[in-house]
């Protein structure tokens, strides 16, 4: 059998190769499914159904609404979190595989802001009333370091803890905790 699937695109006009990927796609995918299975199966399957590559204004808004649940479930606890629009970018940038789509988003999203939030409740750093800052910044490293494999710069997410005291304003304390 040959490859089926999507390429990406490194055209200008990304999007319209894309479209015409899905129609190659799907064609294929039509005639081996006709190699593969009798007439009487197919003709018993009602629809066949091939998702399109998902755009990246669409990986940003599943960011976008799975930082928001966290969000709630802090603010329920009267923590807020708040983080930069280059944490989003970067969390949609690194989160999406195009085999996989946007499942790897949980997992980065678990491992890169949840667990780390989750080590400042315990350590009791960040209390009631208090908020969290997340950010980026540019990792530190030796020479040769802090590349990844497309050329770009590493990048480290910042977690910036103030406490609020009756009566006071917020107290900054920067968290030692730093994730790559």
Do not use: C, W
Not at 67 to 89: G, P, Y
Request: aromatic share 6%; net charge positive.
């Amino acid at each position: 059998m040959e490859k089926l699937g999507f390429s990406k695109s490194t055209e200008a006009s990304g999007r319209g190769r894309d479209k015409e990927n899905y129609g190659e796609a799907k064609e294929k995918i039509t005639a081996a499914l006709k190699d593969y299975f009798r007439p009487e199966f197919l003709n018993r399957v009602d629809d066949i159904i091939i998702f399109d590559i998902l755009s990246p204004e669409a990986i940003k808004q599943i960011v976008r609404i799975q930082v928001a649940e966290v969000v709630k479930r802090l603010s329920d606890k009267n923590i807020e979190l708040v983080m930069s629009d280059a944490v989003l970018e970067h969390l949609a940038k690194e989160g999406y595989n195009p085999q996989y789509g946007a499942r790897p988003l949980r997992r980065l999203i678990q491992s890169k802001i949840l667990t780390p939030v989750a080590n400042l409740l315990i350590s009791q750093s960040v209390v009631k009333g208090g908020a969290i800052m997340v950010g980026l910044k540019p990792a530190m490293g030796t020479v040769g370091a802090g590349k990844t494999p497309d050329g770009g710069a590493v990048q480290e997410f910042t977690f910036e803890v103030r406490k609020k005291h009756k009566g006071e304003s917020p107290i900054i304390v920067r968290d030692s905790m730093v994730q790559k």
